[in-house]
């Protein structure tokens, strides 16, 4: 896959729900819109914090700050 802007060829993987290539640590395909799921998220749900904006679906990373809208984390740990 290559950038649309500079040309430079990126990295990409397979979606795992329509199976096209995207960009390497992308959080949604860009061509079904699905989530994308790392094999740490897939296999491990007991260690994740979920975002603390009531509206949004994403959860918090290791830098204390959600994955989908950037909004840091108000539990303290």
Excluded: H, Y
């Excluded at 390497?24 to 979920?50: A, I, Q, Y």
């Excluded at 290791?62 to 994955?67: A, P, Q, R």
Aim: charged letters at 25%; aromatic letters at 4%.
């Amino acid at each position: 896959m290559k950038c649309p802007r500079c040309e430079e060829t990126l990295s990409s993987i397979l979606c795992q729900a329509c199976g096209e290539g995207i960009p390497e640590r992308s959080l949604f395909c860009c061509w079904c819109g699905k989530p994308v799921l790392t094999k740490e998220e897939e296999s491990d749900f007991s260690n994740r914090m979920l975002c603390s904006d009531g509206s949004c679906i994403g959860v918090i990373n290791e830098t204390g700050v959600c994955k989908i809208c950037g909004k840091p984390s108000t539990e303290k740990t």
